[in-house]
């Protein structure tokens, strides 16, 4: 069996400029990276498509979903049938491509390329980010050193680094001497710098975002903001490029746009604003994911994203596997792929809890199950009586083996319903709630919980927010995807469980808080034997083994 990089490599691929005319995009609006990639140059958003579609997936498992896989192959099935499909996804990042979770290219023939390029350097978003982000931080050091007019008594900043270090979550900087002080790093995708990017509407928007980060507090305890240390400029001046989206094209030479890369588990977890944008203007039907499982990604991309960019999907695809769903039932390692329908049908409360999330939104839901060979006859025959059962639209997809011809009756069914579908987005909560209460939604509305505990730190920072006038933003939870809970041991639908809140951070920059679940980590760490180790370059300079 062919590897995914196995088959991005016999792709017929077409010059980027003739992916970019069959959607109406001239050559003076592109920025060429090579002959198969290149950005686009932004404009004004005027005249979009409405026929936005998200993906998003049950909580996730070490069998892997396939999300990114669907997202793909439903906009070239959309474009089978007809329809000028565009897909907008988020942009990988090297801690998971060398550590354990891969690339994010899609896999099989429903996946968007040059892959190997999009999943290493692709056109240097992400290293402008980390250079945007870390040139804060050295000019807040300077500032300190050369005299500290603005009396820095607290630095509410920190570095950041696109890789998976663990060793790095925790440092002294100027070490040994009387101004040694704690910091840290985060990875790339979890920096202001990076929500912001992704929540921009233009450069000035960009600015105007990254002169109100709140950088620390002076000796009267009063806030400090970028635009107070003046560098808002020079930090725009690094993301002037970056903030273009990407096009790219899909193994069937349609148009992808990649852009933007926050995790969801300890970021927003969508590509950019701008990126959604562009594929509305020059697609009918856009297909865009966001990250993780429902309780985090299309939580993120709804209560967050849509509410700050005016954006409104027609309808959300969950994706699932038997495999997946077998896990969150009990099964573990290769009784996986032996036929167990009580496990199967155990494991479907999660996917229910999806479902009934998403339709409290006011968005009509259609199921992906997304195919593998160990999924045996009985299984498929369960999944499809479930649905009409409780009356959810289903479809049995498998564009991992045929691309867009796996996700003809997907396209389809989706097509009626975005059709069909006059309902008004509704917030799961206001901008006037307060933040506790927002944390206490949230947990109850979409994770399930009975309450939420708050530690000491976490009360104090809820003042804190009160006192600076943050009370109206949004919230972004950071917490294990695995499980609705906080606990990531907690597979399936758990109830009777709190959440406990450790800490929060103010975004105000990006525009939301930031809160902390349980132990999530903001900078991931490698596994015991991490996909770096297996990456390689042939003796044709090709690379190998990238998944």
């Known amino acids: 069996m062919k590897t995914d990089y196995e088959v991005s490599l016999e792709a017929n691929k077409l010059k980027i400029s003739e992916i970019a005319s069959k959607i109406g995009i001239d050559e003076d609006s592109l920025i060429k990276y090579g002959d198969y990639k290149a950005k686009i140059k932004i404009d004004k958003f005027n005249d979009l498509s409405k026929n936005l579609i998200l993906v998003t997936s049950i909580n996730p498992t070490s069998t892997g979903e396939g999300k990114s896989t669907v997202t793909v192959g439903l906009s070239d099935g959309l474009n089978l049938i007809g329809k000028k499909s565009v897909v907008a996804l988020r942009e990988p990042s090297f801690g998971p491509v060398l550590g354990r979770k891969g690339g994010a290219t899609g896999g099989g023939y429903a996946q968007v390329i040059p892959m190997d390029e999009i999943n290493l350097h692709f056109n240097g978003d992400l290293h402008a980010i980390t250079s945007a982000h870390n040139a804060i931080m050295a000019l807040i050091n300077n500032h300190i050193f050369q005299g500290n007019e603005l009396e820095f008594e607290k630095v509410q900043f920190n570095y950041v680094l696109d890789m998976n270090e663990r060793a790095l979550r925790n440092i002294k900087i100027n070490y040994g001497k009387k101004d040694e002080r704690e910091s840290g790093f985060e990875i790339t995708v979890a920096s202001e710098i990076m929500a912001i990017l992704c929540l921009a509407e233009n450069l000035d928007d960009l600015k105007e975002k990254?002169?109100?980060?709140?950088?620390?507090?002076?000796?009267?305890?009063?806030?400090?903001?970028?635009?107070?240390?003046?560098?808002?400029?020079?930090?725009?001046?690094?993301?002037?490029?970056?903030?273009?989206?990407?096009?790219?094209?899909?193994?069937?030479?349609?148009?992808?746009?990649?852009?933007?890369?926050?995790?969801?588990?300890?970021?927003?977890?969508?590509?950019?604003?701008?990126?959604?944008?562009?594929?509305?203007?020059?697609?009918?039907?856009?297909?865009?994911?966001?990250?993780?499982?429902?309780?985090?990604?299309?939580?993120?991309?709804?209560?967050?994203?849509?509410?700050?960019?005016?954006?409104?999907?027609?309808?959300?695809?969950?994706?699932?596997?038997?495999?997946?769903?077998?896990?969150?039932?009990?099964?573990?390692?290769?009784?996986?792929?032996?036929?167990?329908?009580?496990?199967?049908?155990?494991?479907?409360?999660?996917?229910?809890?999806?479902?009934?999330?998403?339709?409290?939104?006011?968005?009509?839901?259609?199921?992906?199950l997304n195919k593998f060979t160990s999924d045996t006859d009985n299984e498929i025959l369960l999944m499809e009586e479930w649905a009409k059962e409780i009356g959810v639209e289903f479809s049995l997809t498998e564009v991992w083996e045929k691309g867009g011809n796996g996700a003809i009756d997907l396209a389809n069914k989706l097509v009626k319903i975005v059709e069909n579908n006059n309902q008004e987005l509704k917030f799961i909560y206001e901008d006037e709630d307060t933040i506790e209460d927002k944390i206490n939604i949230v947990a109850k509305e979409i994770y399930g919980a009975k309450g939420v505990k708050f530690s000491v730190k976490a009360k104090e920072k809820l003042s804190l927010i009160e006192s600076l006038g943050f009370n109206n933003l949004p919230i972004c939870i950071a917490k294990t995807p695995n499980s609705l809970s906080d606990n990531p041991k907690l597979i399936g639908r758990p109830i009777d469980f709190e959440i406990t809140v450790t800490d929060l951070n103010i975004r105000s920059g990006a525009g939301f808080i930031v809160v902390y679940l349980n132990k999530v980590l903001t900078m991931p760490g490698l596994p015991k034997i991490p996909n770096a180790l297996a990456i390689d370059v042939d003796e044709k300079g090709n690379i190998v083994n990238l998944y």
């Open 210 to 368: 990254i002169s109100n980060i709140l950088i620390g507090f002076n000796k009267s305890n009063q806030p400090i903001y970028i635009k107070d240390l003046k560098i808002e400029g020079v930090i725009t001046a690094i993301l002037k490029d970056a903030i273009n989206p990407n096009l790219v094209q899909t193994l069937e030479n349609n148009p992808a746009i990649i852009h933007g890369g926050p995790f969801a588990n300890i970021a927003h977890g969508c590509n950019s604003v701008i990126a959604t944008k562009t594929a509305l203007k020059y697609g009918d039907y856009v297909v865009t994911e966001a990250g993780f499982g429902a309780d985090l990604g299309a939580e993120k991309f709804l209560d967050i994203k849509c509410r700050k960019s005016g954006l409104r999907p027609k309808a959300t695809v969950i994706v699932a596997t038997i495999k997946a769903l077998k896990l969150h039932g009990g099964v573990l390692g290769e009784n996986l792929k032996s036929e167990n329908l009580e496990a199967l049908k155990m494991g479907i409360k999660n996917l229910e809890k999806h479902i009934e999330n998403m339709k409290k939104y006011n968005l009509p839901v259609i199921v992906a």
